[in-house]
Structure formats: C-alpha cells, structure tokens
T-cell receptor
C-alpha cells in the first residue's frame, strides 16, 4: 500500500539557518504530494503541493520538488524564522482512487530559536 | 481558497455526556469528509470516512457506536462522541475533499475535547 516516511524530529535550528525535512514515499501509480503545516493548537494548513514528477511546489519561502526517480519530496527553506516553528507533515494522495484519505507521515516538529 | 470550519473549537464536558462536533465546507461542496483524531505530539489518526447520504466507513479499532458520524448534506458532517470518557479527550480534525482530480483535501481548524 501507499506510505510516507519523513525524518523524525524534533529539529531545532537557529534563525536564518537552512532547513531540510526529508520525505520519501511508496505508492502505486502517480500520487499527488503535499506538505501541511500545523502551528501550535491549530489544525493543518496546506503549505504546498505537487501533482506530477519534477513539479516544484513553493509557498512562503518553502519549496519541495517531486522526484519520481528517488520517490522523494523533501521540504526546504533557505532561511527559517522563529514564526516557522510548527509541525510539518508530508502526505500523499492517490488521485486515481477517488476521494480517499490522505496518507500522512508522522510529522516533524521544527523549533526555530532566535 | 476552500475553507472548512469546525465548531466548537474547544469543548469541556463531564464524563458520560455526549458532544457533537460540526464540520462545514463553507465555499464548496464536499461529497466526502474525513474525521481524524490527533494525540499530543502525534500524527493524525484516521477515524472514519464520511460520504454524503450514506453510512460512514470506520477504520479498524474505531467504535462506530461511540463515534457517530452523520453527513446529511454536501456541506456538513457531524461527529458525536457519545457517553464521553476522559480517554476520549483529544484533538479532533475534519477534512473535506474537493473533486479537483488531485484528491485535494482541506482541513478544519480542529476541536479540542476535554472530558472531565
């Protein structure tokens, strides 16, 4: 079945440091890939998405590229801010399977210190 | 963008009472909604898939008589926690699927349930 594996946290970085959160997936067919962010006490917000190979999703300085050859969708940001402290979830969906639940990774907690 | 609301955002109740949580898609129709439960510092656990006009599909280990789901319209799904107990205290999140071809889903802000 489909699955998502993302790096275990927590990740602690200083402000303006470079961020990478690794995410790899296993899927049949051609899934769509997502990164969601959850700020403390809140629900999930879609951060970015990519729907086909080599697509790059980007938002708020975050980027992730859909790499079919390595089955990866790593999240990167060149310079993190304290306000980026949150939990980040990598997820995939199978667009050929109708409205099925997203498959989530376990989440990576990021703490950015000033 | 598509907006999903949940009500209430926070509820505290006594053990043995029932609590209803509403999930609404505000600017789109959602034939399918999903209910998740999230324990502290954990990922989301899918509880059930709710399809408008039909019975919900529950994940293994989720008691359907305990967590009643109703999806009466294309914009509203409700989760009722019946005879709540302290172990039901959790963060409950819904999502609504938009038929875009990419199976894109939008999440509500969550409901924090505390059972005393």
């Amino acid at each position: 079945g489909n699955s998502v594996t993302q790096m275990e946290g927590p990740v602690t970085l200083s402000e303006e440091a470079f961020l990478t959160i690794n995410c790899t997936y296993t899927a049949t067919g051609y899934p769509s890939l997502f990164w969601y962010v959850q700020y403390p006490g809140e629900g999930l917000q879609l951060l970015l998405k990519a729907t086909k190979a080599d697509d790059k999703g980007s938002n708020k300085g975050f980027e992730a590229t859909y790499r079919k050859e390595t089955t990866s969708f790593h999240l990167e940001k060149g310079s993190v801010q304290v306000s980026d402290s949150a939990v980040y979830f990598c997820a995939l969906s199978d667009p050929g399977a109708g409205n099925t639940p997203l498959v989530f990774g376990k989440g990576t907690r990021l703490s950015v210190i000033a | 963008g598509a907006v999903v609301s949940q009500h209430p955002s926070r509820v505290i109740c006594k053990s043995g009472t029932s609590v209803k949580i509403e999930c609404r898609s505000l600017d789109f129709q959602a034939t399918t909604m999903f209910w998740y439960r999230q324990f502290p510092k954990k990922s989301l656990m899918l509880m059930a898939t709710s399809n408008e006009g039909s019975k919900a599909t529950y994940e293994q280990g989720v008691e359907k008589d305990k967590f009643l789901i109703n999806h009466a319209s294309l914009t509203l799904s409700t989760l009722t926690v019946t005879s709540a107990h302290p172990e039901d205290s959790s963060f409950y999140i819904c999502s609504a699927a938009i038929t875009s071809g990419y199976n894109e889903q939008f999440f509500g802000p969550g409901t924090r349930l505390t059972v005393l």
